[in-house]
DNA sequence: AGATGTTGTGAAGAATCCTTCACAACATCT
DNA sequence: AGATGTTGTGAAGGATTCTTCACAACATCT
């Protein structure tokens, strides 16, 4: 069952949208602030937070960041009634994954829901690639410098990248790019190109998470 | 030097805009349509591209996952005469890194270009420092539940270790313990208890980084 | 002292990973 | 067509990593 938290001050509203989504067979929680609703985030995995921008205390902006680091895979709508479009770019660039300017109607609300909650099962189901895969595709030095390449440069020809990385026998390069493909971190696209799959991006950013944190 | 390519339709923006770059001492390069720009962005790299967003043929709402595809690290800056929060969320959604409404200040494209460079720069410098031991130390299964387990549990001594992750064989912990220990990431106290050093904790902080993460 | 449990070493062999080599299909250019 | 460059496979062997085994120093308990 999926799991939702309805993070919003006004008492009406709030109760509304939960109804809403207990009729349409969700799970819905409330929290009348952010403090209150990151503390529930710490105890209990959610897969979508429905966000109110104004509150008191803690405001919605400030505590985009702040969910995205206690739970990163979980989704965020954000919701206001003071709408522009830097303030949407703004809640979008802390991390927010959609943005619904109110009053909205209930079919725009669930149509966003609904939307979220597919591409967050479709990367969920993506991730089945285990911790070892992962390892497996890291372990070794010239696969890293392979995904860091591809992560920076795109989609790349197969002469190109045993060039850029200097390497003096292609087979060698060939061998590692089909580890990588098999762990599926990179594929080939009709003209041959390598590039990054999105698992592979993320491979890629835990790379550069571990280089800035060791 | 900074290489930046801005794609816009209108001849004389396009024309203002590149020589207030090139007086700020960037590298600024014009592309009258979307489908120009992906060509250059396919020869030559830049860290960022000025995207209008109403142009003639491909559109550059269009554009932006194009743009993105090419060119993964570079940063784009949407630009548009007719906003919306609906549209500015869309545009990010596809990958945009800002969304500016025109007519902009100067002041406020030279802020956002700022901006943006240099977030570029900070994720750009992957340093190879030793992420080689780092990397001997995570790629095997049982060092990586040593080195939770550790971090979970604290100071704990060998058998103890031993019995928790239910190994048969002692002398096979006793071996990834060395190398754990040779990679700096645990060491012994005087009552030859185990606890992780504190390049050790993190490591085992990128271990749920990644876990969350993949 | 003797029995039991803890902590550790070193070496041999197994398993895995990586490199190298020989070669081949295919595209592109002259 | 022939030459050149690109992309790829498979097998052999070398290198590295991992497991297992035999054993030993040391503490603790009875």
């Known amino acids: 069952m999926e799991q939702i938290l309805v993070i919003d001050d006004d008492d009406d509203l709030r109760t509304t949208i939960i109804e809403v989504l207990e009729q349409e067979g969700l799970t819905a929680h409330p929290a009348e602030n952010a403090d209150l609703a990151l503390n529930l985030l710490k105890k209990h995995p959610y897969h979508l937070v429905l966000l109110d921008m104004v509150m008191p205390g803690t ?3 400030t505590a985009i960041p702040l969910i995205r680091q206690q739970a990163p895979r979980t989704r965020i709508i954000a919701m206001t009634a003071f709408s522009s479009a830097e303030n949407a770019v703004q809640a979008m660039q802390r991390g927010a ?6 009053p909205f109607k209930i079919d725009a609300l669930m149509l966003s829901i609904r939307q979220n909650l597919q591409e967050a099962r479709f990367q969920e189901c993506h991730k089945d690639t285990d911790m070892d895969d992962v390892f497996q595709g890291l372990s070794n030095v010239l696969r890293r410098q ?6 920076r440069q795109g989609m790349t020809r197969f002469m190109d990248l045993v060039r850029a990385l200097e390497v003096e026998d292609h087979t060698k390069v060939n061998f590692h790019l089909k580890v990588l493909r098999e762990v599926g971190f990179i594929e080939q696209n009709a003209h041959k190109q390598y590039s990054l799959t999105n698992s592979g991006e993320r491979a890629a950013e835990c790379l550069s998470f571990i280089s800035k944190n060791i």
Request: glycine fraction near 6%; avoid cysteine.
């Open 59 to 61: 405001d919605g902006m």
């Open 97 to 102: 994954d959609d943005y619904l300017v109110k």
């Open 146 to 151: 392979i995904l860091i390449f591809l992560h």
